[in-house]
Nanobody
Framework: QVHLVESGGGLAQAGGSLRLSCAAS????????IGWFRQAPGKGRHFVAA????????YYEDSLQGRFTVSRDNAKDTVYLQMNNLKPEDTAVYYC???????????????WGQGTQVTVSS
């Protein structure tokens, strides 16, 4: 089982930036990709971005590409989500998750972090 821990959330002003980290441990060799998801209050959990460990290929939710960038550091088993030009509607709990394939649906991910809160003020 892959164990994931997110960090880096907090409070930001609109137009600001935050970088989230997702540190992986355990059976990381079984992880093909790490996905980022977010869940706003009272709403479902939605796909943000994903990155493949072996080649760094990335995949974004269309509406977020250009503001959000996902990257990875294989030596540290860590994936990052750089969020720029933040908007109040980006306020959510952000989760990273591990998948054994290339997916964007929550049910395709088999290990989840505990989440980190991002709050963007206007």
């Amino acid at each position: 089982q892959v164990h994931l821990v997110e960090s880096g959330g907090g409070l930001a002003q609109a137009g600001g930036s935050l970088r989230l980290s997702c540190a992986a441990s355990g059976r990381t060799a079984r992880s093909y990709a790490i996905g980022w998801f977010r869940q706003a209050p009272g709403k479902g959990r939605h796909f943000v971005a994903a990155i493949a460990w072996h080649d760094g290929v990335t995949y974004y939710e269309d509406s977020l590409q250009g503001r959000f960038t996902v990257s990875r550091d294989n030596a540290k088993d860590t994936v990052y989500l750089q969020m720029n030009n933040l908007k109040p509607e980006d306020t959510a709990v952000y989760y990273c998750a591990s998948s054994d394939g290339w997916h964007r649906e929550t049910y395709e991910y088999n290990a989840w972090g505990q989440g980190t809160q991002v709050t963007v003020s206007s």
